[in-house]
């Protein structure tokens, strides 16, 4: 049953099979038939169009000729037309002079009797002028007394109008001294407040400057003394070695052999820990991650007894050079996680004091970075819904007004452009690399003029938040990322150079280029003769290009792969 079970199904298989491919012959016919019908068709379509072209042609030059005929009879009409138009006019000025003769004698007949009824009627006239005229003063001296009486009138109007202005420009103008002289209070006390923090943060980092100091010359003052005791160390090995081996040489005996072979051996030993020891000590006094690297990686490498206490403090050392120039780069680049990511590895590594500096700045600019990252994404989460409320105004209160001016000061417009609300709608408007919420993407601190910022302070604190979110919430949300971003740039000196502009929280200098393989210390000299000339050898051979697109492409600011006529967002801005 199971083989005739088996028997059924290939044979329905087969069946199947050859369904399908008498389908698919099926199939491929009807398909070349509808080409070669199609090919047929297009055939057949481009000869009909080839005879409609010729007939075309033909009918046009048909109507070319017919045209050169017609006009050369319409010619021959308009000559026939102008003789016979030429004999009329002759025949009708012979008329018109005759007629001009006629009509002058009547004229001056006509003239004679109208002068005669002028001469009448202007009697008749000037009697009733004299009439009108006599009506026409009485009427005159009644307006003027009317007029008279309505100009006093107007005069004590206009007097009480000018009082009740004076008194109104007078109470603006009072509470307008009010209102700038509270703003230049608030003012004022932003500022103090800015000094104080300032200041304060100013006599921290003296303090943490202090315990770095104390904290590094006892780590100075450590390696120095390992240092003194690996060189006592490799000196004393290097002579027992010395000796061991003058003994194996002056052997006289196979028992003296054996064990001046066992001497020498031991203090190949200990001379190959004192040398260790004396490298990774070396290393370590110098501050150089470039020498520790591969220092540690022998001495670990090789795993020789009593090299611990030695591998052990130069990996600390390294790790914390690496932890001071990775928070270096990362306050450099204003990136919040890598800078998260730095304190949290100095932290790890119990680097606090001897970075306390570093990672005081590296915190203030932390909490800056993000205070202005949540202003910045609340508007990059305004939907285009929220923001058209604020275009709809056609008269917007004077807080909407003021506080778009200033978003708009900060973001680098001049006060020209915004002199109106339609000036200011115009630039709401703008799509592209000019939009809004794109602009503020884009902006830092060091972007903005300091008398804009300064403005802005003035302009901001004259209006309470609440009151501000209470009128839009888009309103709001800009309110908080102009005071937000105008307070940062006026904690920044007021003439930025170009080292503000171009480095890390209080100017720190860019660090150096990362080596292969490790960090680089601030106290590591600058590779000079061959090596430096080999090694910028080497970085200039990019592999097929693909090096020296992507450097140029860190270097322009962009991400590789990113769109290169799109500015790349501000670096605080990425949480990755």
Same mark, same amino acid.
């Given at each position: 049953e199971a083989e005739e079970k088996a028997k059924l199904e290939e044979e329905e298989e087969r069946l199947r099979k050859e369904a399908e491919e008498k389908a698919r012959l099926e199939e491929e016919e009807r398909l070349r038939l509808e080409a070669e019908e199609k090919a047929r068709l297009e055939e057949e379509e481009r000869l009909r169009k080839e005879a409609e072209e010729r007939a075309r042609l033909e009918e046009e030059e048909r109507l070319r000729l017919e045209a050169e005929e017609r006009a050369r009879l319409e010619e021959e009409e308009r000559l026939r037309k102008e003789d016979e138009e030429r004999a009329r006019l002759e025949e009708e000025e012979r008329i018109r002079r005759?007629?001009?003769?006629?009509?002058?004698?009547?004229?001056?007949? $006509?003239?004679?009797?109208?002068?005669?009824?002028?001469?009448?009627?202007?009697?008749?006239?000037?009697?009733? $002028?004299?009439?009108?005229?006599?009506?026409?003063?009485?009427?005159?001296?009644e307006r003027?007394?009317?007029?008279?009486?309505?100009?006093?009138?107007?005069?004590?109007?206009?007097?009480?109008e000018e009082r009740l202005r004076r008194e109104e420009q007078e109470r603006i103008a009072r509470?307008?001294?009010?209102?700038?002289?509270?703003?230049?209070?608030r003012a004022a006390e932003k500022e103090a407040a800015r000094v104080a923090a300032a200041k304060?943060? +100013? +006599?921290?980092?003296?303090?943490?400057?202090?315990?770095?100091?104390?904290?590094?010359?006892?780590?100075?003052?450590?390696?120095?003394?390992?240092q003194e005791l690996a060189d006592r160390e490799f000196e004393a090995a290097?002579?027992?070695?010395? +000796?061991?081996?003058?003994?194996?040489?002056?052997?006289?005996?196979?028992?003296?052999?054996?064990?001046?072979?066992? &001497?020498?051996?031991?203090a190949l030993q200990r001379a190959q820990r004192a040398t260790i020891n004396k490298d990774l000590a070396d290393a370590t006094i110098q501050r150089d991650v470039k020498k520790l690297k591969p220092m540690i990686s022998k001495a670990e490498k090789k795993r020789v007894s009593g090299t611990e206490n030695y591998l052990l403090q130069a990996k600390k050392l390294y790790e914390q050079l690496q932890a001071a120039t990775q928070l270096k780069g990362a306050t450099f680049d204003r990136r919040i996680a890598d800078i998260e990511a730095a304190i949290h590895a100095i932290k790890k590594g119990g680097f606090e004091t001897l970075l306390a500096v570093e990672l005081l700045e590296a915190q203030v600019l932390l909490k800056k970075l993000q205070r202005i990252q949540?202003?910045?994404?609340?508007?990059?989460?305004?939907?285009?819904?929220?923001?058209?409320?604020?275009?709809?105004?056609?008269?917007? #209160?004077?807080?909407?007004?003021?506080? &778009?001016?200033?978003?708009?000061?900060?973001?680098?417009?001049? #006060?020209?452009?915004?002199?109106?609300?339609?000036?200011?709608?115009?630039q709401l408007n703008k799509i592209g690399k000019d939009n809004t919420k794109r602009r503020i993407q884009t902006c830092t601190p060091e972007d903005i003029e300091y008398t804009h910022a300064k403005k802005v302070e003035l302009i901001l604190v004259k209006y309470?938040?609440?009151?501000?979110?209470?009128?839009?919430?888009?309103?709001?949300?800009?309110?908080?990322?102009?005071?937000?971003?105008?307070?940062?740039?006026?904690?920044? #000196?007021?003439?930025?150079?170009?080292?503000?502009?171009?480095?890390?929280?209080?100017?720190?200098?860019? #660090?150096?280029?990362?080596p292969e393989g490790g960090m680089v210390s601030s106290g590591t000299p600058p590779a000079t003769g061959k090596k430096k000339k080999q090694k910028e050898k080497k970085e200039e051979k990019p592999?097929?290009?693909?090096?020296?697109?992507?450097?140029?492409?860190?270097a322009a600011g962009l991400r590789p792969g990113a769109d290169k006529n799109m500015p790349p967002p501000p670096k605080f801005l990425h949480a990755d």
């Open positions: 005759e007629a001009e003769e006629r009509a002058r004698l009547e004229e001056e007949e $006509r003239i004679r009797r109208e002068a005669e009824e002028r001469a009448r009627l202007e009697e008749e006239e000037r009697i009733r $002028r004299e009439a009108e005229e006599a009506e026409l003063r009485r009427l005159e001296e003027r007394i009317q007029e008279e009486e309505e100009r006093i009138v107007e005069l004590q109007r206009r007097e009480l509470e307008q001294y009010e209102e700038n002289m509270e703003a230049e209070r304060a943060l +100013e +006599e921290e980092t003296c303090l943490a400057r202090a315990k770095e100091e104390a904290a590094t010359r006892i780590q100075i003052d450590t390696h120095k003394r390992n290097r002579a027992a070695e010395i +000796e061991a081996e003058s003994s194996v040489q002056n052997s006289k005996s196979d028992r003296e052999l054996e064990i001046a072979n066992r &001497m020498r051996d031991g949540r202003a910045a994404l609340e508007v990059q989460k305004l939907s285009q819904q929220t923001i058209a409320i604020l275009k709809s105004y056609n008269r917007p #209160p004077d807080v909407v007004v003021q506080v &778009m001016r200033s978003v708009f000061l900060l973001l680098g417009n001049k #006060p020209s452009q915004l002199a109106t609300w339609p000036d200011i709608v115009i309470d938040e609440e009151l501000v979110f209470d009128t839009t919430q888009a309103l709001g949300v800009f309110y908080n990322w102009a005071e937000c971003i105008a307070d940062e740039r006026l904690a920044l #000196p007021e003439v930025l150079t170009e080292k503000h502009k171009s480095s890390g929280l209080f100017g720190a200098a860019r #660090p150096p280029p990362l592999k097929n290009g693909k090096k020296k697109v992507k450097v140029a492409a860190i």
